[in-house]
């Protein structure tokens, strides 16, 4: 299933976007479940609270928090979320950037271009859910996001998972077991006792790792050309 918030403080305009999501994913044949927000604080809140979104369609002038701000909570609180603005001002599309949206559509193109970026995400968020790592430990059996997996570490008997969205779980695995369980081009070796998720890394300086959280990583002197040779490799073929 497909969660999609909708976030606009003018109800006339986000009864409008609901029902074009509803179209989008009638004709897509998309299971879905969406929820409107008339104000920033309520979403937060929700999200906070645990409640999980694959797509955000947010406004950017609204009272207290604004979308831009809004967008930069949700990077924080799930990372992988597709972004659309929907917005009638226009001169904040570069602005945008900073929160890397998936669309900026400007309101008076709504009804020409939201209906195929409300398509298109609806393809991403699919293929985003089939990318998954199943961990079972006595307590515990969950999918997680292999775009939501910073790096795997390990500790006597136990591997530890740490997601970006500050979450962890151990499992009772070698690094190498896990490793040969997950898509090898999505997974570096930064040393003998922990696997970074490629999804996560936004550069490599001298020795380290900088992960998109600002996070870093020291990768062993006998693994970083490895590192380099496969990131390059990941990048330019659009990882």
Known sequence: MIHIAICDDDRKYAKEIELMV?????????????????????????????????????????????????AAKI???????????????????????????????????????????????????????????????QNVLERISLSNILYIWHQGKYAYIEKADGDSIKVRKSLKQIFMELPAKDFVWADRG?????????????????LKDKKRISVSQDRITDVKNQMREYWIKGG
């Open 194 to 210: 922990r696997i970074v998720g490629s999804m996560q890394i936004d550069r490599i300086e001298g020795n380290e790792i900088i």
């Open 75 to 137: 990077r924080d609180l799930s990372p992988q979320a597709i972004i659309i603005f929907i917005s009638s001002y226009e001169k904040y599309v570069f602005q945008s950037f900073k929160v890397q949206p998936y669309r900026f559509i400007p309101k008076k193109r709504m009804i020409d271009m939201l209906p195929d970026a409300i398509k298109d995400a609806l393809e991403l968020a699919k293929k985003q859910q089939e990318e998954f790592y199943v961990v079972e430990n």
């Open 22 to 70: 509803e179209e989008c994913c009638s004709k897509t044949e998309s299971i879905y479940y969406n929820e409107i927000f008339e104000g920033s604080m309520k979403l937060i809140e929700e999200m906070e609270k645990g409640k999980y979104f694959d797509i955000f369609l947010l406004d950017i002038k609204m009272p207290k928090i604004g979308g831009m701000e809004l």
